[in-house]
């Protein structure tokens, strides 16, 4: 094998089975569907912290606070870290008047 072919497959995974192909293929499903809720709840709690309004951060803790007790469900997230998550938030929308 010449040294551009080489340099070609690392990175690249080989897989043998069919079943090894499919996991792969499934995988990269899972992690881009996974980059996009984490993505999308760390944007729900850096707009809950950078609100001021009480009335505004009751409405939207609530639905933080569930999309990340489905993150820590679906193992993205640790229990602990979501749980630690929730406590902050809860004690900044208490602090606001």
């Keep these: ?3 551009k072919k080489i340099i070609k497959h690392i990175g690249q995974q080989m897989a043998n089975h069919k079943s090894s192909k499919k996991r792969m293929r499934q995988a990269k499903a899972l ?3 996974n980059r996009y809720v984490s993505r999308t709840t760390r944007n729900k709690v850096r707009d809950l912290r950078a ?3 009480k009335e ?3 409405k939207m803790y609530p639905s933080v606070c569930s999309s990340l ?3 820590a469900k679906k ?3 640790h229990q602990n870290k979501a ?3 929730k406590s902050r938030l809860a004690a900044h929308v208490n602090s606001l008047s």
């Design 56 to 58: 505004e951060a009751l």
């Design 31 to 33: 992690r881009l569907t």
């Design 83 to 85: 749980n630690n998550l």
């Design 1 to 3: 094998m010449g040294y």
């Design 51 to 53: 609100t001021t309004s």
């Design 69 to 71: 007790d489905k993150l």
């Design 75 to 77: 193992n993205i997230i």
